[in-house]
């Protein structure tokens, strides 16, 4: 009997998860957040992130111009509109490019400011998609230790949604896959997020929740919720390091 209704809540939990994600178009949703990347000058790290909530695949990378700067961009693919033409493995999607100014202290402690401007598209593969554009500020705070880490970020995105069709009869676009039409319509979110990781060797994995503040003069459909993992490689580590796998293969040949 109790098996059953174990059974049963599991279907049910699955059932209101798969609701939840899928039930209506969006236009916005949080995306993962590019905290405590870099260790020291000339740190070159390439990452991947998954987000089963909506699809979300991330390719990035970024360097350490100096012990306090840093460049990083990264590109994000996702399904948060329903597209009637088909499946496309790119529907909606982001390119973020942020300068990253940070400090990691011999205590552990890690503190960090991102600026960055972001660019992309929802239903890319329609003549009446949205464009969006966005710039971002995004303090960190975070703690390393052994080989754990902790950090916290609290991002302020100011968005800018357009499109680039302007024949059609704006309350047919509205409707339009549930998506708003804007015509260079503004919004802000406010986005906090906490991550935690691990290091291994080279790699590091790490997880990461991430919401979206309500602002109830908000005009915009989002997901006000995302969680995913991302698995970061430093390549300095990797190839230049005394230390580095390959250094060692290299004496070892």
């Not at 390439?46 to 390719?59: E, T």
């Not at 529907?91 to 400090?103: Q, S």
């Not at 430093?234 to 190839?239: A, D, H, I, P, T």
Request: net charge positive.
């Amino acid at each position: 009997m109790n098996k059953n209704i174990k059974h049963i809540n599991f279907k049910h939990i699955a059932f209101v998860l798969y609701l939840f994600t899928c039930s209506c178009s969006s236009s916005y949703l949080p995306l993962n957040q590019n905290v405590m990347k870099f260790e020291k000058k000339g740190d070159i790290v390439v990452s991947s992130y998954i987000s089963p909530l909506y699809f979300d695949l991330g390719m990035s990378g970024g360097y350490a111009i100096s012990d306090n700067f840093g460049v990083y961009s990264s590109f994000n693919n996702f399904e948060i509109t329903q597209d009637r033409n088909g499946y496309h493995f790119i529907d909606d999607f982001m390119w973020d490019n942020e300068l990253i100014i940070y400090k990691k202290y011999k205590s552990g402690l890690y503190t960090g400011l991102n600026v960055g401007v972001g660019f992309g598209g929802l239903d890319i593969h329609d003549s009446k998609r949205n464009l969006i554009n966005r710039q971002c500020l995004l303090p960190t705070l975070g703690v390393h230790y052994l080989n754990n880490s902790r950090h916290a970020a609290l991002s302020c995105r100011f968005a800018r949604f357009g499109s680039n069709t302007f024949y059609i009869d704006k309350p047919y676009l509205s409707k339009y896959n549930g998506v708003p039409f804007y015509e260079k319509n503004v919004d802000y979110f406010i986005e906090p997020a906490i991550s935690s990781g691990f290091t291994l060797d080279i790699v590091k994995i790490e997880m990461q929740y991430s919401v979206i503040v309500k602002n109830p003069k908000s005009s915009i459909n989002y997901k006000s919720i995302n969680i995913g993992w991302t698995a970061s490689v430093n390549l300095r580590k990797l190839f230049k390091d005394k230390n580095a796998p390959v250094s060692k293969l290299r004496w070892t040949l």
